[in-house]
C-alpha cells in the first residue's frame, strides 16, 4: 500500500515537472518557421487612424509536413529595442511568459500554410514609440512552437513608428477657436453699446 502510494505521488510529482517545463517556452528554442510583413504609408502612422496590411505563410525552407502540429496564429505588435531603452516594463525576455516585447494583441487566427492576410486599423491606445510585426504558431495545447516576423533577428529592418493620440480633436479646437473669438468680439460689442449709453445720456 506505501508503495503503490510512494509510486503515485512520484508520478504525479514527474508530470507536475513535465506540465511546468513543457509550459516554460523559451524564444531561442522556437524556429523561424514563419514569413510575415507589414504593409502601410510612408511616414510616422498615426494611432486611432492608419492600418497595417499584414501577411504571413509557412517559411517554404522547412521540409513539407513540418506544420503538422500548427493550429494557430496569433498575431503581436512588438517594441522595436529603441522604444525599450530604459523601460522595464518593455523588457525582452527569453522566457515567453515573461517576455515584455510584444504586449498588443493584433488577431488570432486558424492556421493556413498560405494566403493569410489581415488589415489592422492601429489602436488608439497604442502608445508613442519604434514597432515591428511578430507572429507566433501554436499548438493544439496552445503553445507556441514557431515563430515569424517582418524585422531581421536584431530588430533594425522593416521597423515603423507609429504616433499616439493626443487627446485632443480637430472639432474640438475649431470649436475652442470660435467660442474664443465668439467671446472677444462680444465682450468689444458690449463695451460699445456702453459708451453709446453713455454717449447718449451725455447728449441729454
Not at 88 to 112: G, S
Not at 126 to 145: K, N
Request: glycine share 4%; proline share 2%; aromatic share 12%.
Amino acid at each position: 500500500m506505501a508503495s503503490t502510494r510512494a509510486i503515485f505521488v512520484a508520478s504525479l510529482v514527474i508530470a507536475c515537472f513535465i506540465a511546468s517545463c513543457h509550459a516554460e517556452i523559451l524564444f531561442s528554442s522556437l524556429k523561424r518557421s514563419l514569413d510575415v510583413s507589414a504593409s502601410h504609408r510612408e511616414g510616422v502612422l498615426m494611432a486611432g487612424e492608419d492600418q497595417l496590411i499584414l501577411k504571413w505563410s509557412f517559411n517554404k525552407t522547412f521540409p513539407a509536413g513540418a506544420d503538422s502540429s500548427y493550429k494557430k496564429v496569433k498575431v503581436q505588435l512588438c517594441y522595436a529595442p529603441v522604444s525599450q531603452k530604459d523601460r522595464a516594463w518593455r523588457k525582452t525576455e527569453d522566457h515567453l511568459k515573461k517576455d515584455k516585447t510584444c504586449q498588443f494583441n493584433i488577431v488570432t487566427m486558424p492556421y493556413k500554410s498560405s494566403g493569410n492576410s489581415f488589415n489592422w486599423a492601429i489602436e488608439r491606445d497604442v502608445p508613442t514609440g519604434t514597432y515591428f510585426v511578430r507572429a507566433y504558431v501554436l499548438d493544439s495545447d496552445g503553445h507556441e512552437t514557431g515563430f515569424g516576423q517582418n524585422t531581421d533577428d536584431k530588430k533594425i529592418d522593416n521597423l515603423f513608428d507609429i504616433q499616439a493620440i493626443s487627446g485632443r480633436h480637430a472639432t474640438l479646437d475649431i470649436c475652442s477657436i470660435v467660442f474664443s473669438v465668439f467671446s472677444v468680439v462680444s465682450l468689444f460689442g458690449f463695451f460699445y453699446m456702453e459708451k453709446r449709453k453713455a454717449k447718449a445720456s451725455q447728449q441729454k
